[in-house]
């Protein structure tokens, strides 16, 4: 399906290779190195921020001794070389709520604090939504429009093959966390968008 670079649905311009390229995580390759590798935290929001606070009391006890420091000194977040706020690093590069356990036969798998937490019906809060889209990265354009871009790193080529073995496209993917983000009437219009276009394209 060949389409333009660039695909508005509603306030939200997204490049196509969201919505041709192939994606589905493969744990049991990567073993979640997305959230240990890298020069910065995870992007979050005030909001999030006061959400990810409330939630310190119930993952304490599964951060490392080195986060922990790391919290109590600056606290969860901080604002980045780009000026985004982002949540804390430990050693320049781990996020502060990682962790390592055993996976559905994954052995020592990078694990997120704060998702564990919330799937054990301790908190009300699952995680960052900039880590449930990744690899889709988002960014505000001027006042009123955001843009998403699909983010390669070698860390995630595992996904690549898992997905294009599956035939699963991001957006698809990724559908539950982009409607957390934009809303099941969003998702709705862009699944609509994508077909009036993959139409269009099989066109002679």
Known sequence: M???PI???GDVLLSSEILTEKFCCDLSVC??????EG???APVTMEEIAEIEDC???VWGDLSASAQSVIDKQGVAYTDQEGDLVTSIVRGKDCVFTFYDDLEGIHDCCLCALEKAFRAGKTRFCKPVS???YP???KKIGENLIGLNYNRWDVC???IEKGKALNLPLYQFLKDPLIRRFGETWYRELLEVTKFLQEASDQP
């Open 131 to 133: 880590c449930a889209l």
């Open 39 to 41: 020069v910065a935290g």
């Open 136 to 138: 889709i990265r988002v």
């Open 2 to 4: 060949k389409l333009p």
């Open 157 to 159: 080529k595992a996904a």
């Open 7 to 9: 695909i508005q649905v």
């Open 31 to 36: 073993k979640g190195q997305c959230c240990v």
């Open 56 to 58: 310190l009391d119930e």
